[in-house]
């Protein structure tokens, strides 16, 4: 099984490869400063940065069980432009993408108490069922599975 270095780089160009098959320019950044990549609409010339966790799944009874771990101050940091996280979840040879804008995931902190503060870290299990439920700290997520769409109207 490959490490987490392995895992985390595949992730990012998963998430990469997706964009870019929707028709946006994609890039890496040469410098790591939590910036994982930068997404440009070409034709609007819109931009966004994203920040990509990405896990391999623990099997459970009828469910896969993932573990994610994000810098507080990236979630409660307004930035421009804007910054979104896709949580990238590896499981039975195949991706899965939850799509979450970061005022919203720092709104699901506050306001639904999802994960654990640790160390300047928010902690984030999350949960995807048989049945294509995704859950995290019992807040239903599914509706950011594959949330693709956003991109089309940012």
Do not use: C
Not at 16 to 25: F, K, T, V
Not at 39 to 60: E, F, H, I, L, P
């Amino acid at each position: 099984m490959p490490g987490s270095n392995y895992v985390g780089k595949a992730g990012h160009l998963a998430v990469m490869s997706e964009l870019a098959l929707r028709g946006y320019n994609v890039a890496m950044p040469e410098i790591d400063i939590g910036d994982d990549v930068f997404v440009v609409n070409d034709a609007t010339g819109a931009m966004w940065r994203v920040q990509v966790k990405t896990s391999r799944a623990r099997r459970q009874k009828s469910s896969y069980r993932y573990q994610f771990r994000a810098r507080l101050s990236s979630i409660t940091t307004a930035q421009t432009p804007g910054l979104h996280f896709v949580f990238v979840m590896r499981a039975a040879e195949r991706w899965r993408y939850a799509v979450i804008d970061r005022s919203v995931l720092n709104n699901y902190r506050t306001a639904n108490n999802i994960g654990t503060l640790s160390g300047g870290y928010l902690q984030l299990p999350m949960t995807l069922h048989d049945d294509g439920r995704l859950v995290a700290s019992r807040l239903d997520l599914t509706h950011h599975l594959e949330d693709w769409a956003r991109w089309q109207v940012l």
